[in-house]
């Protein structure tokens, strides 16, 4: 399984970016598929996560501001940031794990249920 992130940058405050992620070689019909986010010295953090159901889990310091939606049919998903502020910038990775929808879930505990495939991440850089 190989997956592939894009998009990311720099803006200022207020602006937006769109980050796509789509998973090749992944043959399981159900799954759940996000962004995760980390800082230097951090835990990694999931920020959105989408089930192949269409179940959806964001972290409290994005709803009402980041969107994300996916193509069953690319194993793909897209996280439509909007509104960035200062405290969003983070290296963002994409990643992919074969479980149900109740599993789904943010915050997500990746030291007893850690995703299986992950990505190299795209750099978010919000200015003020």
């Known amino acids: 399984v190989h997956v592939m992130e894009s998009g990311g940058g720099s803006v200022q405050a207020g602006g937006s970016l769109r980050l796509a992620c789509a998973a090749s070689?992944?043959?399981?019909?159900?799954?759940?598929m996000g962004w995760f986010r980390q800082s230097p010295g951090k835990e990694r953090e999931a920020v959105a996560l989408?089930?192949?159901?269409?179940?959806?889990s964001l972290a409290d310091s994005v709803k009402g501001r980041f969107v994300i939606s996916k193509d069953n049919a690319e194993n793909s998903v897209i996280l439509q940031m909007d509104n960035l502020k200062p405290e969003d910038t983070d290296m963002y990775v994409c990643?992919?794990?074969?479980?149900?929808?109740?599993?789904?879930?943010?915050?997500?505990?990746?030291?007893?249920?850690?995703?299986?495939?992950w990505g190299q991440g795209t750099q978010v850089t919000v200015s003020s």
């Open positions: 990643a992919i794990d074969p479980r149900p929808a109740s599993y789904c879930t943010v915050p997500a505990d990746l030291f007893n249920d850690p995703f299986s495939f």
């Open positions: 070689g992944f043959t399981y019909s159900r799954y759940c």
């Open positions: 989408i089930a192949s159901s269409g179940k959806i």
